[in-house]
């Protein structure tokens, strides 16, 4: 059974190189342009996910929206939040699930060495836990 | 004064008299009168009547001689000559006395005549007249003199009392007359009794009579009566009457004037006081009068003030003016005279005296120091004003100047008076035009932000024009604000405003800029690690496709691609910054303020800086010298501890830079920390290189930078600027001369401030 990290972006190219780059690290990855095509995958695959690096601006919803409705079908999946956004600040619900302020990263990235050392020890965490 | 004209005019008639009584004595006197008559008398007898003792012995010769014979009848003879010549003797005698007892009476006769004659002269010739009364009291006899000087025909008066003579007048004074008549009951002598008699004579009204009289006795000394003089002395009761009325209408002349009115001998005693004196020493002019200046004034000080300047007067005899003095009134008032001195010789006096007049000019002066009071109190409100005030006439003439106007023009108001303004101010000679204008239509014109060289530096001011209003005074008041600072401070609001937009602008577009910059840099990220010949999976592929990693390592290293690459992910990574900058550029309400220790942060800033050592950069921290100069009583500052930090380190880092840049030989930074009443000063001063003003007035402005192209965002100073005044209500300034160092002075509100 893999493990997966699952990618919400709409921008193409930053889906596409934190996919790359987080494959590079040994992780498997689903990357989406949309939480609706991600539930989708989600619901059919029967593979676990993990982790998700999830985008704030997405064409069917905001990314708050699509994390609680992902806790709830999902409660173990955890989150990090990439947004291009430099006001964003976490909703308290979402506090309430144990996010914080580390689990924001800033658009643009220059460097994914963290995000994927965050994604990795969030993934061991989760495999341990249970 | 009265009473010595009355003695004056009494005595004066009389002395005339005795002089005359005692010039005649000498003459003929009582005493003289019979010795002289005896003497001469009783040696001239003796010389024709007696024999002398020669002839004597020659007769009794004679007989003795012829005979003795002849003896009886010689002595008969001589007994008959005996005889006979005593008769003849005898006879003579009787004769001669006779004789002198005819020339004595005609002598006394003659005398007798002459003191009558004399009498009756003097009786005539004088003011008074000689009355007699019987022993009724009944007037018996009234001398010519009375009618001549009364006017009264004496049968009005003979045989009547005197008191029925004057029912008026005893009328008036009852006891006066009930007084008199006892006198003459009692036959006592009297003088100078005075009286209005109620006849009036030829003169008209009534006459007023003073009489003296003595009781006349018989040789039994039996009362007979009064006999006296009499005289009218209505001309001079008159006369005293009127000096009466005209003293009191001086006296009432003087207690009108509201000025004090005195005299005073050598002594301080008020010799007159009018009203308004014996009001000020709070008593009556009647109580003042005859007392010394000393009971009456208790405080001493000005009595001798003004008894040492009444003596000054008196020994001078000049007059002497003291413009003000001080007097306390009765009630306590402290009151300012303006007093004129005048010496004087009372009549009567031999002494001089002191008249004085004395002014209350306490109004006065008070209205007149309220008024020096308002003058100086409007000098004060207008050199109060921070604006330089000019007043000018309608010609441009200076007529007033404020302090900031002195300062201003570089001269004193005395000697600016008269001048044309435009010659004093040089740099306003421009407005008289405005001037013209302003008094013409009566409205102020103002000329905006004018340029001003003030001692080679660059100011604004505005200029204000205004017509007077007051209808005595036309002309125009120049009001001159230097509003460089308004200016100024606009300027950096202005500038504030622009960050504020930048940060605006940057928060729309970072969420579009921040995607393709992520693309850009996690693309060139995943190019080369791709390309590196020691990623596992990289070699997979290669050995799949038979392609040498190392190979084409080596060509893109020679080609320049890695570089290019660098290149690119450099420029993402600069355009990342931009972005990042300018969005702080943006109000955010949920900065973390906390307490913080200045000193921590301080040396937590400066271990940041000494790690930031950049080769590219080309400055090495650590040769700089650091100085700490900390406030010692000066410990927690409410901030955002990461902003300020970025702050401080900014400023660090532009000064070692700087410095680095210049050259400086050596090289130092004060870090400065000073608790001020509202705010904590922190200061970052360093001795490099400085700035010229040009740079100085730029120095916060966003995308401003003197840096090389491609070192600095041109955002860093503006950041700072807007962290210390927009996020934490501070200030930011900078004071700096090139070639002397500068000095970014940050003000954050002080803990009790901040937090209040």
């Known amino acids: 059974m893999t493990s997966w990290v699952l990618i919400v972006d709409d921008e193409e190219m930053i889906r596409e190189n934190l996919k790359a780059y987080l494959e590079d690290e040994g992780l498997g990855v689903a990357a989406f342009e949309s939480a609706t095509h991600a539930l989708g995958w989600l619901r059919d695959d029967s593979a676990t996910c993990r982790v998700c690096i999830m985008d704030m601006r997405l064409p069917d919803m905001d990314g708050n929206t699509a994390i609680r409705i992902f806790h709830q079908l999902y409660p173990e999946m955890e989150f990090l939040i990439h947004t291009g956004s430099s006001s964003y600040?976490?909703?308290?619900?979402?506090?309430?699930?144990?996010?914080?302020?580390?689990?924001?990263?800033?658009?643009?990235?220059?460097?994914?060495?963290?995000?994927?050392?965050?994604?990795?020890?969030?993934?061991?965490?989760?495999?341990?836990?249970? | 004064m009265l009473t010595s004209t009355f003695s004056r005019r009494r005595s004066s008639p009389n002395r005339p008299l005795s002089r005359q009584a005692a010039g005649r004595g000498s003459l003929s006197g009582p005493r003289w009168g019979p010795f002289l008559l005896a003497l001469p008398t009783g040696a001239n007898a003796d010389a024709g009547w007696l024999p002398t003792p020669a002839e004597f012995h020659d007769i009794v010769a004679s007989l003795v001689n012829p005979a003795w014979m002849l003896i009886p009848i010689t002595l008969l003879a001589v007994a008959t000559l005996l005889w006979s010549w005593s008769q003849r003797r005898q006879a003579a005698r009787r004769t001669r006395q006779l004789q002198r007892e005819l020339n004595e009476r005609r002598r006394v006769e003659m005398a007798l005549r002459e003191s009558e004659a004399r009498l009756r002269d003097v009786t005539e010739a004088a003011s008074d007249w000689i009355w007699e009364m019987d022993e009724n009291l009944r007037f018996t006899y009234l001398s010519e003199r009375f009618f001549a000087l009364t006017g009264i025909a004496p049968h009005y008066v003979l045989g009547r009392a005197r008191w029925e003579l004057a029912a008026t007048d005893s009328d008036a004074d009852p006891q006066k007359w009930r007084r008199h008549r006892e006198t003459l009951e009692k036959h006592l002598p009297f003088r100078d009794f005075v009286y209005q008699t109620r006849l009036s004579g030829s003169h008209g009204e009534g006459r007023y009579l003073k009489v003296s009289g003595k009781p006349i006795h018989d040789s039994q000394g039996r009362f007979m009566g009064y006999r006296g003089t009499g005289t009218d002395i209505t001309e001079q009761i008159k006369a005293e009457v009127a000096l009466y009325q005209s003293e009191l209408r001086l006296r009432r002349i003087i207690d009108l004037v509201p000025h004090m009115i005195f005299a005073k001998d050598r002594h301080g005693h008020f010799?007159?006081?009018?009203?308004?004196?014996?009001?000020?020493?709070?008593?009556?002019?009647?109580?003042?009068?005859?007392?010394?200046?000393?009971?009456?004034?208790?405080?001493?000080?000005?009595?001798?003030?003004?008894?040492?300047?009444?003596?000054?007067?008196?020994?001078?005899?000049?007059?002497?003016?003291?413009?003000?003095?001080?007097?306390?009134?009765?009630?306590?008032?402290?009151?300012?005279?303006?007093?004129?001195?005048?010496?004087?010789?009372?009549?009567?006096?031999?002494?001089?005296?002191?008249?004085?007049?004395?002014?209350?000019?306490?109004?006065?002066?008070?209205?007149?120091?309220?008024?020096?009071?308002?003058?100086?109190?409007?000098?004060?409100?207008i050199d109060s004003m921070p604006s330089v005030l000019i007043g000018v006439d309608p010609w441009g003439y200076i007529t007033v100047l404020n302090q900031p106007a002195e300062q201003a023009g570089g001269v004193s108001w005395e000697t600016a008076q008269g001048r044309?303004?435009?010659?004093?101010?040089?740099?306003?000679?421009?407005?008289?035009?405005?001037?013209?204008?302003?008094?013409?239509?009566?409205?102020?014109?103002?000329?905006?932000?004018?340029?001003?060289?003030?001692?080679?530096?660059?100011?604004?001011?505005?200029?204000?024009?205004?017509?007077?209003?007051?209808?005595?005074?036309?002309?125009?008041?120049?009001?001159?604000?230097?509003?460089?600072a308004r200016v100024r401070i606009e300027s950096m609001m202005v500038q504030t405003e622009k960050m504020l937009s930048v940060g605006g602008l940057a928060a729309g577009m970072a969420h579009e800029i921040n995607n393709p910059l992520g693309a850009i840099l996690q693309g060139s990220q995943n190019i080369l690690r791709r390309i590196a010949p020691d990623l596992s999976q990289n070699r997979a592929v290669a050995d799949a496709l038979g392609l040498d990693l190392n190979q084409l390592n080596r060509y893109l290293q020679e080609r320049g691609i890695l570089r290019f690459l660098e290149g690119i992910r450099e420029a993402g990574a600069r355009a990342a910054k931009i972005v990042a900058d300018m969005l702080s550029f943006s109000r955010r309400s949920e900065a973390r303020f906390v307490p913080v220790d200045l000193q921590d942060l301080l040396e937590t800033v400066l271990r940041l800086a000494a790690s930031d050592y950049d080769l590219k950069k080309k400055y090495d921290f650590k040769r700089i010298a650091i100085r700490r100069d900390y406030d010692p009583t000066l410990r927690l500052v409410y901030c955002d501890k990461t902003e300020i930090e970025q702050v401080i380190l900014n400023l660090l880092k532009n000064a070692a830079q700087a410095m680095a840049e210049e050259g400086t030989p050596a090289p130092a930074i004060t870090l400065r920390t000073l608790r001020e009443p509202d705010y904590v000063l922190i200061e970052v001063i360093d001795n490099g290189p400085g700035m010229d003003d040009k740079t100085l007035k730029r120095v916060f402005e966003p995308f401003f930078t003197t840096k090389e192209v491609g070192v600095g965002t041109g955002l860093g100073l503006s950041v700072s600027y807007f962290i210390v005044t927009e996020q934490h209500n501070g200030r930011l300034s900078v004071t700096s001369r090139p070639g002397q160092g500068t000095r970014f002075s940050i003000r954050l509100p002080s803990l009790r401030k901040a937090l209040s």
């Open chain 2, 420 to 484: 044309f303004f435009g010659d004093v101010f040089p740099q306003l000679k421009g407005q008289f035009k405005q001037v013209r204008q302003a008094i013409r239509h009566g409205q102020p014109i103002k000329t905006p932000r004018m340029t001003l060289d003030v001692q080679g530096e660059l100011h604004y001011a505005d200029v204000m024009v205004y017509p007077l209003r007051a209808d005595s005074a036309s002309g125009a008041v120049i009001r001159i604000d230097d509003v460089t």
């Open chain 2, 271 to 381: 010799l007159l006081a009018n009203r308004a004196t014996a009001d000020a020493y709070g008593t009556t002019v009647e109580e003042l009068v005859n007392r010394s200046h000393h009971i009456i004034h208790g405080v001493d000080e000005e009595v001798e003030r003004m008894l040492a300047d009444d003596l000054d007067v008196i020994e001078s005899r000049t007059s002497k003016l003291i413009a003000e003095e001080t007097f306390t009134d009765h009630a306590g008032h402290v009151r300012t005279l303006q007093t004129m001195k005048i010496p004087f010789v009372e009549p009567g006096l031999n002494e001089t005296a002191v008249l004085g007049v004395a002014i209350d000019i306490t109004e006065q002066k008070r209205a007149k120091e309220e008024v020096a009071r308002m003058r100086l109190y409007l000098k004060n409100i």
């Open chain 1, 89 to 130: 600040s976490l909703p308290e619900d979402l506090r309430a699930m144990g996010l914080d302020n580390d689990r924001i990263y800033h658009k643009p990235l220059g460097d994914m060495a963290p995000l994927a050392a965050a994604v990795r020890a969030l993934a061991i965490s989760r495999e341990i836990q249970p």
